[in-house]
């Protein structure tokens, strides 16, 4: 057993949970935002808060979130911010394929795709201003 899992602390049983990673990215207009990594990335909404301005999206299985920016939380978008502090790496089978779709669907090309390093990697600007590298390894 690892440290994290186990009982909590009212001593009950933790169901079965994976320990994971995600991100939520966060946007100044959430509805384009969700609607840009749908077509570009071709994800898929698993849920939605109410009334919108939160989602959690897949991308064949690889889950991440996104977020109407909450300045009141110190959740601040690339616009706001003037840059981002996290780089994405999304990994598929097609590089080129996805980075051609996302730039189709309003990303800015920022490193068209090349191998290097033991990667087939290239990176998109997508509108909100998150980076993303979109790769496969070579071998």
């Keep these: ?11 009950s049983p933790v169901p079965s949970v994976r320990t994971a990673i995600t991100a939520t990215l966060s946007v100044c207009d959430w509805s384009k ?13 698993t849920y939605s808060v109410p009334g919108g301005g939160v989602c ?9 979130w996104v977020a109407e920016e909450s300045p009141p939380h110190q ?5 706001t911010l003037g840059g981002c502090s996290v780089r994405m790496l999304l990994i598929v ?3 080129a394929a996805v980075c051609a779709r996302a730039v189709a669907a309003g990303a800015k090309l920022v490193q068209p795709v090349t191998d290097e390093h033991g990667w087939r990697i290239g990176r998109i600007a997508d509108p909100a201003g998150h980076h993303w590298e979109i790769a496969r390894p070579l071998h």
Aim: charged letters at 20%; a negative charge.
């Design 1 to 11: 057993m690892t440290p994290i899992e186990g009982t909590v602390s009212n001593s």
């Design 33 to 45: 935002a969700v609607a840009f990594y749908k077509q570009a990335f071709m994800a898929a909404e």
């Design 56 to 64: 959690r999206l897949s991308v064949d299985g690889a889950e991440f």
């Design 75 to 79: 959740n601040f978008s690339p616009e």
């Design 93 to 95: 089978a097609d590089p």
